[in-house]
């Protein structure tokens, strides 16, 4: 099987409403953290899972219930901590393995709990199998407690299979769907992919989902059966 590399280039943004948010057994521990905020087991939590698992929707539901500061981990410096912890902190670090300043967060770790205020970390991998360099980091970052979104079922591919065409603006049939997940990698990034790759060539040939139109795209994304 081929593993294209795709561009998320998608001609509507993401639905990141709480509404929108689509639950499932893989992803309901993950729901109930945010949900259960400002009652965390401590001042910085992490939410783990893989590319394309709603770990960014989750750290967006979250930011905007707290009027948390939303930021990169690699981006993330000193300067935003010159005040101190005036807002919570979303720290994302979508960017795997990109380098990034291992003092500003050891400091807003510190300050998380100095100043009672909260951190959530969203990332693809245990904070815990982080490489860093500070000692006394790595020891915070095994300390956070986390929760991990994990492999998703059929039906909860096929509500995001929906959510993710109806962020596009187009509309997939069950025989749709059905074709879809049959011959799809049972994956969250690989039915990001294919519903964006789907999406777009829907709205680009003006043509309305089908399975000749399904048919076509995967063939060329998984080549022919």
């Not at 979508?94 to 967060?105: I, K, N, R, V």
């Not at 951190?119 to 500070?134: C, D, G, H, M």
Request: aromatic fraction near 6%.
């Amino acid at each position: 099987m081929k593993h294209p590399q795709f561009t998320f280039d998608l001609s509507l943004p993401a639905n990141v409403s709480p509404a929108s948010f689509v639950r499932g057994a893989a992803n309901d521990a993950a729901r109930q953290l945010v949900a259960d905020w400002p009652k965390w087991p401590g001042p910085v939590v992490a939410i783990i899972g893989p590319e394309a698992c709603g770990k960014s929707h989750l750290g967006a539901i979250w930011a905007e219930a707290c009027d948390a500061l939303s930021i990169p981990l690699e981006d993330l410096s000193k300067e935003h901590l010159s005040d101190g912890m005036a807002h919570p902190l979303w720290v994302d670090r979508a960017g795997e393995g990109a380098p990034f300043d291992e003092t500003a967060l050891f400091h807003a770790l510190n300050m998380a709990r100095e100043e009672a205020s909260f951190i959530l970390i969203t990332a693809r991998q245990p904070l815990a199998k982080w490489k860093v360099a500070l000692p006394d980091l790595a020891s915070r970052l095994k300390a956070v407690p986390l929760v991990e979104i994990t492999t998703p079922d059929d039906t909860l591919l096929d509500a995001i299979l929906i959510k993710q065409c109806t962020d596009l603006g187009i509309e997939v049939d069950d025989a749709v769907r059905r074709y879809v997940l049959a011959r799809a990698e049972r994956s969250y990034g690989a039915i990001a992919a294919l519903s964006n790759a789907f999406g777009q060539r829907t709205l680009a040939a003006h043509r309305r989902a089908s399975v000749p139109l399904a048919s076509q795209v995967l063939d060329e994304i998984l080549g022919p059966e």
